[in-house]
């Protein structure tokens, strides 16, 4: 870039050399249009800053660790969608083979507790509700005693509802298998003849579990091993019995 005082010099020994004409290329117009158009781009760019390298450094910098965890947080949202892919199939598959094995055990269990009668389990999706009633997707439980056309649970009655329920547990209990299981009154429900078919279902499964019993049917305390009970003696003062009927 050339000031006044550069011109000036440029001038002065010019003179000196007693140059009649101009090198080539230095021609003053040509100079001074020349200095004026840098002048106009060095104003178009406005001021300096002296630490742009430096901020510019600085910033590439921070671009760079961005983008690499910007590249970690995608690979890990990948994994995170590929782990929910594989959560996704292993629920439907165990679910397919858990219902699967309850349906047939429901099957089984239910023409055993309704003697000429059957029951079955089905998967009722959102819509499917019988008699135009709009159904919540889920498991279905159909049940017709003998000399019944009846499948809906409502209209069964008490007793034949609570045999239903029944069957559902056992069919449980049969496609995964406890140690020991606590059955609270769940025969409470039922007539005599119910309970002697209650009764013999526990005694299949005797021998592979535990069961835990609260019942005040006789029928029922007569297959246990051991009684416990709770006596008052004296008026206010409890006292806790066991029996061993081994």
């Given at each position: 870039?050339?000031?006044r005082?550069?011109?000036e010099?440029?001038t ?10 101009p ?35 600085g910033?590439?910098?921070r ?12 690979a ?10 594989e ?14 094995a309850?349906a047939r055990?429901?099957?089984e269990?239910?023409s055993?507790l ?7 389990l089905r998967l009722?999706?959102?819509g499917e509700?019988?008699?135009g ?30 045999l239903g ?14 140690p ?20 013999e ?18 029928k ?6 051991r ?7 004296e ?12």
């Open positions: 870039m050339l000031f005082s550069d011109t010099e440029a002065r020994r010019l003179d000196e050399a007693n140059a009649e004409e090198a080539e290329g230095d021609d003053r117009a040509e100079l001074a249009t020349r200095v004026e158009r840098l002048d106009a781009r060095r104003e178009a760019l406005g001021k300096v800053n002296p630490l742009a390298k430096e901020e510019y450094e910033e590439k910098t671009l760079e660790e961005l983008a690499a965890q910007r590249a970690d947080l995608e890990s949202l990948a994994e995170i969608a590929k782990l929910r892919d959560l996704a199939d292993t629920v439907q598959r165990r679910f397919t083979e858990t219902f699967d309850v055990n429901f099957e269990v239910s055993t309704f003697p000429g009668g059957e029951g079955r009722v999706e959102p509700g019988a008699e009633e709009e159904a919540e997707p889920g498991v279905e439980i159909e049940l017709r005693p003998a000399g019944k056309k009846i499948t809906r649970l409502t209209l069964l009655s008490g007793g034949e509802k609570a329920a029944i069957s559902f547990l056992f069919a449980l209990f049969l496609a995964k298998p406890c020991f299981y606590l059955l609270d009154e769940v025969e409470a429900a039922l007539d005599d003849a119910n309970i002697g078919r209650f009764v279902m526990l005694r299949s499964m005797q021998a592979q579990t535990q069961f835990i019993l609260i019942t005040h049917h006789r029922t305390m007569e297959i246990a091993n009684l416990y009970g709770v006596t008052m003696e008026p206010g003062v409890s006292k806790l019995i066991s029996v061993s009927l081994n």
